[in-house]
T-cell receptor, first 110, second 113 residues
Framework: GESVGLHLPTLSVQEGDNSIINCAYS??????FIWYKQESGKGPQFIID?????DKRQGQRVTVLLNKTVKHLSLQIAATQPGDSAVYFC?????????FGKGTLLTVNP | AAGVIQSPRHLIKEKRETATLKCYPI?????VYWYQQGPGQDPQFLIS???????DKGSIPDRFSAQQFSDYHSELNMSSLELGDSALYFC????????????FGPGTRLTVT
């Protein structure tokens, strides 16, 4: 079936560095893509989203890039901080439901 | 700002018992979604309700049922619990069928022994 997946299960970076988390999706009919951050014991927290008719969207310290040609999504976090340590999920939206990809654990070393 | 409320936060049950999880959406939100997240897994969509009617169904076992009430809160009923049902159960809500604008609750951790 359709699925969303991540290339890297873990990512370790130094505080202050930029982080890039990648995601591949397979459903070309998806109209929204969302990145969530999930801290231990908590629910997913919305970070940023992007519509399928866009290729880039910027937020505060975060940027999402969408490449529909290769069905690839990435989340860039600038100046990564210890508080950014969490599991990050991409999700695609279609037919009124979200399909999550496998999470990437981001660890920020001080 | 008010968030999604789930209760209980933790629940321990034995095999073959039943469990009821409750979700109170953000005020004015009329759509509720339920997800199951196993250890180290991504959240899996179970079921959703919009204006008290089931709007979509995912990988929800037949042993589970859910409903949304007139005040928009929702309950997930789980019967004949199995060890494999141990997971985090998240509820999310949105205003209208905007699955891309879901706000998640803190989850209920269900442990089946």
């Amino acid at each position: 079936g359709e699925s969303v997946g991540l290339h890297l299960p873990t990512l370790s970076v130094q505080e202050g560095d930029n982080s890039i988390i990648n995601c591949a999706y397979s459903n070309s009919a998806s109209d929204y893509f969302i990145w969530y951050k999930q801290e231990s014991g908590k629910g997913p927290q919305f970070i940023i989203d992007i519509r399928s008719n866009m290729d880039k969207r910027q937020g505060q310290r975060v940027t999402v890039l969408l490449n529909k040609t290769v069905k690839h999504l990435s989340l860039q976090i600038a100046a990564t901080q210890p508080g950014d340590s969490a599991v990050y999920f991409c999700a695609e939206s279609s037919n009124y439901k979200l399909t999550f990809g496998k999470g990437t654990l981001l660890t920020v070393n001080p | 700002a008010a968030g999604v409320i789930q209760s209980p936060r933790h629940l321990i049950k034995e095999k073959r018992e039943t469990a009821t999880l409750k979700c109170y959406p953000i005020p004015r939100h009329d759509t509720v979604y339920w997800y199951q997240q196993g250890p180290g897994q991504d959240p899996q969509f179970l079921i959703s309700f919009y204006e008290k009617m089931q709007s979509d169904k995912g990988s929800i076992p037949d042993r589970f049922s859910a409903q949304q009430f007139s005040d928009y809160h929702s309950e997930l009923n789980m019967s004949s619990l199995e060890l494999g049902d141990s997971a985090l159960y998240f509820c999310a809500s949105s205003l209208g069928l905007k699955e891309y604008e879901q706000y998640f609750g803190p989850g209920t951790r269900l442990t089946v022994t």
